[in-house]
Antibody
Framework: QVHLVQSGAEVTKPGASVKVSCKAS????????IHWVRQAPGQGLEWMGL????????FYARRFQGRVTMTRDTSTTTVYMELRTLRYDDTAVYYC???????????????WGQGTLVTVSS | EIQMTQSPSSLSASVGDRVTISCRAS??????LNWFQQKPGKAPNLLIY???NLHSGVPSRFSGSGSGTDFTLTISGLQPEDFASYHC?????????FGQGTKLEIK
């Protein structure tokens, strides 16, 4: 059974950094990309970027470029998302999502982590 | 960036009803559209991919249609567990943008 298990909730201050982990199990880790999506309280979903778990290459949404880094450790089948220079409006639930990518535009976001609440507060 | 606009933003319906939710893209995305269901405090679940393909394990009362810029999610015969929020997402071009969501409530 496919599982994506994320690290626990975080409370951080403005200007600080946060690193969220996502441990994958139940499938061949390097056959799927991992994407990150966030949701601010009471708001819609926002796509942040992706990592190719095989090669490690990444692609970030423009609004996060320079502040976000996604990495992976194939030995532990874990993906990490670090967001720096946090602002109050970064308060959100952050999700990792498994996506099969064969280069075609149809992409199934078919397994989600349980979410990690990151609260930015002074 | 492709803008995704969902309508309505909220909807009241009764068990057994047929409901439709619309999603419009700011440019053609062909059939590169996902639909998700999300319940409070939970992660979204994939319902439909490729605009009209039912994801594994999703009940057949859910269906999707459309191509180009206009898409529809239909739920035929609402069940109590269907009262939730629904989101569309385009995967044609990065960033893979979402609609603002539709909250389906019990009338």
């Amino acid at each position: 059974q496919v599982h994506l298990v994320q690290s626990g909730a975080e409370v951080t201050k403005p200007g600080a950094s946060v690193k969220v982990s996502c441990k994958a199990s139940g499938y061949t880790f390097t056959n799927y990309y991992i994407h990150w999506v966030r949701q601010a309280p009471g708001q819609g979903l926002e796509w942040m970027g992706l990592i190719n778990t095989r090669g490690g290459d990444t692609f970030y949404a423009r609004r996060f470029q320079g502040r976000v880094t996604m990495t992976r450790d194939t030995s532990t089948t874990t993906v990490y998302m670090e967001l720096r220079t946090l602002r109050y409006d970064d308060t959100a639930v952050y999700y990792c999502v498994r996506v099969y990518d064969d280069g075609e535009p149809i992409k199934r976001f078919d397994a989600w982590g349980q979410g990690t609440l990151v609260t930015v507060s002074s | 960036e492709i803008q995704m606009t969902q309508s309505p933003s909220s909807l009241s319906a009764s068990v057994g009803d047929r409901v439709t939710i619309s999603c419009r893209a700011s440019q053609s995305i062909y059939n590169s559209l996902n639909w998700f269901q999300q319940k409070p405090g939970k992660a979204p679940n994939l319902l439909i991919y490729g605009a009209s393909n039912l994801h594994s394990g999703v009940p057949s009362r859910f269906s999707g249609s459309g191509s180009g810029t206009d898409f529809t999610l239909t739920i035929s015969g609402l069940q109590p567990e269907d009262f939730a929020s629904y989101h569309c997402q385009q995967t044609y071009k990065t960033p893979y943008t979402f609609g603002q969501g539709t909250k389906l409530e019990i009338k």
